[in-house]
């Protein structure tokens, strides 16, 4: 047998280390979640930790501001935007003088550890600070503030970073803190704007933050359809101005009732000349005569609960952090811990910020192209994907492929699906093909209910919840030959099924049938979109995030009554079938205490140390209890049973309340994240699709059999890959129709460290100091 090579968090030990956390610069929701993350795994780990209040300032200052931090310091802050710890713009650090007084200050409470949470300035300055480390301790021994043994004991300076900024501005990292939220806020706006705007015919024009980095403008303009987009990275061309207006004239021609223009507040002309939202409202008024008007945002942006996505980001790292802090040695250069697809990666601090001020250079000398590759492959593709959805060509541009293509919703509806549809129907029209809506599943195809569909009918789908389509959970296997039939009176030469894991057993069933039904030999590929997540070859479903954002409002609510009335305890069922993704992750986002899921068996044994560790958190000041359970984790301990038996086993001590969130995890608008992921994995398949055609036409027909031209479309890790389904059925469970291999529960034991359970951590994941990779040439497998 091999040796295990795997490295596991029980062998890593804080003890006699200490930590200083900051949080430094512009807040950003979700920074509170890393702090929480940082104080609690380096307690777990037997560190102490600090907090270091008003960022560099109080580490100038010292005193009071530098405080050590308990387990219960950092209770109930996760849900909490902006910083608790304060942040402050340092002058004095930029000082030698205020490094000098920091270095002390740390040095007099054993610091030798620190995690700086901000932007790219407040990592420049931590780098700085660790180079001049030795020379400043020098200095403090030759004045005789500190001893050459202490001077000896506290060598090196280890520095970690989390970038901690709403901008999204800092390379090698596909999503900063506090990114998503500010889209939440955006997209919140721009949704009550519509209905006002479609009520009166009028445009509007949004500014957003982003005085360096059009990601904010950029995304929010993909996520709501947006007429026009006004951004730093990618000036307009000269002529502009007829050009947009001439849009916005067309769009209003075609139907709609409103336009949006979203600016961003560094938007500028070729010359470098700003372009403002008073001076885009001015010139549509000017040439179109259209009633316009200007919303600003500012600083909402910044504001409100942190979204689900940065409370697991931020946590993530901040575990991540305290990892790097513990297995740092003297030449270790500072790094940052970030996000690549979903994993977290540590890359060289002074890496990130020097591409970081390349992309600002490359802007200031003209060179657009080179700064849109330079921010990153996410945000070049948001970019292409823009591109491609907001150009309408006129009819003679069009490349005629005489391709119909026929698009579908299957199995429960789930937030985002729209947003692909639409997305799916406006690339497919632009490569030339005719598009064809099937509504309500596999059962509105053998009925016949396939219609053509134009640009014009898909628009304002984005911000739609649920499936407009309509969808149903039926199969096709039953009416494979009524299916085949449909296929040849309408002459549809592909199919794109955009839903959950009906939608995949309904493309394997499909690609068996084909034996029987030529017709059925076309290039097929699916989209996943499931609030469940339980989807083999995707890391991520369309709608999963939309509903994590339901549980964990839903959830904030429920602690806020449970904190009123004190020792109180409640069990909140979700949904997901037997796939435990939501309940896991759904309970790190919510800081619940446990999380019962059918992936990770647990025995009466379990419930009993769960009620136990309850009872010794009533001791302390967080009087309340959050339990989550998937809906099919057990058959026997059912929430009822697991309710009942914590009401028993707590009396005296705390009472209990359950809650069944049931289909509102279904509902609402989707999220920004699920509006951009559905939008572009979309594309990408309508892309697929056209290259396939083009690959399986021969003599005047589509003629597909083979096992890559009935793919499924995933995330896996870091990139967007097409897998043929036939090939997926060996990681697929179909009893409990789940993936056989799940990515998310390496994330339990991170729940369960935050929640104060002493667990196995396999760290091996982590860990390897990676390098940024600059720019290729095409790499469009990214998302």
């Not at 803190?177 to 919140?188: C, F, K, V, W, Y």
Request: aromatic share 6%; charged share 20%; net charge neutral.
């Amino acid at each position: 047998m091999m040796p295990d090579s795997r490295k596991f968090i029980e062998n890593l030990s804080g003890a006699g280390k200490s930590i200083g956390v900051l949080t430094s610069g512009g807040d950003a929701q979700g920074m509170n979640a890393a702090v929480r993350a940082v104080v609690r795994m380096g307690i777990y780990v037997g560190a102490k930790v600090y907090f270091v209040h008003e960022g560099y300032q109080g580490m100038v200052d010292g005193g009071d501001n530098i405080k050590e931090a308990s387990w219960e310091s950092v209770s109930s802050m996760l849900q909490v935007g902006g910083t608790v710890i304060g942040s402050a713009r340092c002058k004095d650090f930029r000082t030698h003088e205020g490094r000098l007084r920091a270095a002390l200050n740390l040095v007099q409470r054993g610091i030798t550890n620190l995690c700086v949470i901000g932007g790219d300035g407040s990592l420049t300055g931590a780098n700085l600070f660790r180079e001049e480390w030795s020379g400043l301790l020098d200095e403090l021994v030759q004045s005789g503030q500190i001893t050459e043994e202490a001077s000896q004991t506290h060598s090196t300076l280890h520095i970690v970073g989390m970038v901690g900024s709403i901008d999204n501005d800092f390379c090698g990292t596909d999503m900063t803190i506090g990114t998503d939220s500010a889209l939440h806020r955006i997209i919140e706006v721009v949704d009550a704007i519509m209905t006002t705007a479609q009520s009166h015919q009028r445009t509007f024009v949004l500014e957003v933050m982003g005085r360096h980095c059009g990601y904010l403008a950029l995304v929010s303009a993909l996520a709501c359809g947006a007429d026009w987009v006004l951004i730093p990275e990618m000036p307009p061309k000269d002529g502009w101005e007829e050009q947009m207006c001439h849009k916005l004239s067309e769009s209003r021609l075609r139907g709609s009732r409103l336009n949006i223009i979203i600016v961003a507040e560094g938007a500028t002309d070729r010359n470098g000349n700003p372009i403002s939202s008073n001076e885009v409202k001015d010139l549509v008024v000017r040439c179109l005569g259209f009633d316009t008007r200007v919303t600003i945002l500012g600083h909402v942006q910044r504001g409100g609960t942190p979204s689900a996505f940065d409370r697991i980001l931020a946590s993530r790292m901040g575990v991540e952090a305290v990892l790097a802090l513990l297995e740092a040695s003297p030449g270790t250069p500072a790094c940052v811990v970030s996000l690549c697809g979903n994993q977290a990666v540590r890359l060289p601090l002074m890496e990130c910020v020097q591409m970081t001020q390349e992309v600002q250079k490359a802007m200031d000398e003209k060179r657009f192209e080179e700064a849109v590759k330079l921010r990153g492959r996410s945000f070049e593709n948001n970019l292409n994907t823009y591109k491609l959805l907001s150009h309408r060509k006129i009819d003679t541009e069009l490349p005629n492929s005489s391709f119909n293509v026929a698009v579908l919703n299957v199995g429960a509806p789930a937030a985002g699906m729209n947003a692909a549809v639409r997305s799916a129907i406006r690339v497919g029209i632009t490569e030339g093909h005719t598009m064809f809506a099937v509504s309500d599943g596999f059962e509105g195809f053998y009925k016949g209910q396939i219609k053509e569909i134009k640009w014009g009918d898909v628009g304002g789908w984005t911000g739609q919840g649920g499936s407009l389509l309509g969808t149903k959970r039926t199969l096709p296997a039953k009416h494979i030959g009524k299916i085949a039939e449909q296929m040849s009176i309408h002459n549809i030469n592909a199919l794109l099924v955009i839903g959950g894991f009906e939608a995949y057993l309904g493309l394997m069933e499909l690609q068996a049938a084909r034996s029987k039904h030529t017709e059925l030999c076309v290039p097929m590929v699916m989209v996943p979109a499931t609030v469940s997540n339980n989807i083999p070859g995707s890391d991520l479903s369309i709608g999963a995030d939309t509903a994590l954002n339901a549980i964990t409002d839903t959830c904030d609510r429920i602690k806020q009554s449970a904190s009123g009335t004190k020792r109180r305890v409640f069990i909140i069922e979700t949904m997901g079938g037997y796939c435990g993704y939501l309940a896991t992750v759904g309970g790190l986002a919510a800081g619940a205490d446990a999380a019962y899921i059918y992936e990770e068996p647990f025995d009466i044994r379990d419930l009993q140390s769960n009620v136990e560790h309850l009872t010794e958190k009533m001791k302390t000041s967080i009087q309340r209890g959050l339990v989550l359970r998937n809906e099919n984790c057990s058959e026997n301990y059912t929430t009822d049973f697991i309710y009942q038996l914590y009401t028993e086993e707590g009396k005296g001590v705390f009472d209990c309340r359950k809650n069944v969130l049931g289909h509102m995890q279904q509902g609402g608008a989707p999220s920004p994240f699920d509006r951009n992921f559905g939008t572009k994995i979309a594309a990408k398949a309508m892309q697929w699709i056209s290259k396939k055609l083009k690959e399986f036409y021969r003599e005047g027909r589509v003629f597909a059999n083979t096992e890559d031209s009935a793919c499924l479309l995933g995330m896996r890790r870091r990139a967007l890959v097409f897998q043929p389904v036939v090939q997926l059925k060996d990681e697929t469970d179909f009893i409990h129709r789940i993936p056989k291999e799940q990515w998310w529960l390496r994330l339990r034991p991170l729940m369960k460290i935050l929640a104060k359970y002493k667990t196995s951590y396999d760290v091996s994941d982590a860990g390897q100091l990676e390098h940024i990779i600059r720019p290729r040439a095409k790499d469009s497998s990214a998302i």
